[in-house]
């Protein structure tokens, strides 16, 4: 059997998020990071589908922000067992812009003849040639949702499609 692809996972506008579309139900709480408590606000059901997915097996969860060297914080604050880290500390500190680091990431899963499951509001490429690069031959799904909105119901049906086609591909 094949690994399940590794999924990329940004937090801010994608999980923390104004208005997530999947229902009335919003959670709010804050996590701690560089010395300060940030406010959190996530849909419920949406965590409830990423730990469904995670601990089924069909993914794997790889925290891809710059929440990084705190995403235990985020963990508690969700309820989700530890997930990996894409990026680390010192990879943070030395640069301003963290979307060409997110992209090496991308590019190692790929590298590592894995499949991919990219989530990122800024970082994924918009359609074009990296993005093409990034999802030949089926090898990655790409999602970038509105950073107010945050993924949607949709994008996690799509996932756990796309997971299920790897994991049960012959």
Known sequence: ???PPVWLLDVDGV?????PLWGPSLCRGTAHSAGVDWPIRWAPLLITRIRHLALAGLVEVRWCTTWC???DA???LFDLPPFGRALTAADLDRVD?????KLAAARGVLADRRRLVWTDDTAVPDPGPESAALTAGGRGLLIKPNPRRG???SDLARIEAFARQVRFAS
């Open 1 to 3: 059997m094949r690994r």
């Open 15 to 19: 999980l923390n998020v104004r208005r």
């Open 69 to 71: 060297p705190d995403a």
């Open 74 to 76: 985020l963990e508690h």
């Open 97 to 101: 812009d963290t979307d060409p680091l």
């Open 151 to 153: 993924l949607r119901p």
